[in-house]
């Protein structure tokens, strides 16, 4: 999708070889198999292999099944769109500039795949770009979105596709604003708009194969940056939790007026990980000795707490606790980490999201693994 911006710098982000030599006798062998009719036992096992792998579940970070679905589903799916829209999501269509339904759209929400129902860019992440076709600086979750060289039309540009369907989406530019750069230039008719409030359809849902643990241990960055290192974690996010206020900001929570501590939600595979491993890591990561503080950041947004989602992490939180608080690591030091229900999770601002990962910043949290 061509998308004309003020600075003319429509350029992918990276190029990409797709050139690969063939010797001339398998040309020869090519050759004659296709005039018979035939196809390589290769080729067939190779095929083969990779209907095999598209049934098998693929679970992206934030928790839905991204597993290329097979051909014969897609196509089924496909037949059930109008001719517009079939144009432009399996053929690669543009749809007229200003002219989607959803170039303005205001409400908030989660714009999803209309083929597959896949998840792909949020509300919160939209922006008016003046292009004249809806215009993202992010995804729902990286993942979600494949990309791919395009070269049509004598332009180098990177089309975007869903990850799960294949679906056509648009193409992405690097002259979009911060935190990213990018701008994301989508056909609505790709999309499918959930308002938020409502339910989402069942193929919009993620799986129901995760769990969540919420961990406050002084600056979030840099238990939110090992947190994601675990096997089995899906997601580690920085946000602000047991507080008086709703949707805090980051400034109200340094100035002490709220209450609120820096807390990382961990979403994790159970199947994968504990959540006793993730008290482990926890307690590797921090000094829970420490009163209101971490190292060099003083406060009580800087407090060591575990704020449990049922009263089996309670219980195992107060056991591993009493177990840590009797051993040679912790004697004659008392630990002052909080073990209380979980409140309501506030995500934090953009900008905090993965900011070691971003800056490459150091942070006085251990690496647990």
Known sequence: MYCPTTSGADRPRAKMNT?????????????????????????QAAKTARDSAAMTQRISKSGYDIAP????????????????????????GTEPAFCGTLLDNKKEGTYCCVVCGLPLFSSEHKFHSGTGWPSFYREFDPEHVARKEDRSYGMERV??????????????????????????????????????????????????????????????????????????????????????VDKPTYEQVCAHGTGHAETVKVVFDPRKISYRRLLEAFFAMHDPTQLNRQGPDVGDQYRSGIWFTSEAQKREAEAYIQELSASERFKGRKIVTQVEAAATFWPAEDYHQDYIEKTGRACHVRNPW
Request: glycine content about 10%; aromatic content about 8%; charged content about 20%.
């Open 19 to 43: 050139k690969i030599p063939i010797p001339k006798n398998a040309l020869f062998c090519l050759l004659c198999l296709t005039l018979m009719g035939c196809q390589p036992a290769s080729s």
């Open 69 to 92: 679905l097979p051909r014969e589903k897609v196509a089924a799916l496909a037949s059930k769109l109008d001719a517009e829209t079939y144009r432009i999501t399996q053929k690669a």
């Open 159 to 244: 089309e975007i596709n869903c990850a799960r369907c294949g679906a056509h989406l648009g193409h992405v530019f690097d002259d979009g604003p911060k935190p990213t750069g990018e701008r994301h230039c989508l056909n609505s008719a790709s999309l499918k708009f959930h308002e938020k409030g409502r339910p989402l359809p069942q193929e919009s849902l993620p799986v129901n194969t995760h769990d969540v643990a919420y961990f406050a241990g002084g600056c979030f960055w840099g238990i939110e940056h090992y947190f994601q290192k675990g096997p089995g974690v899906i997601d580690a996010v920085s946000g602000y939790m047991q507080g008086r």
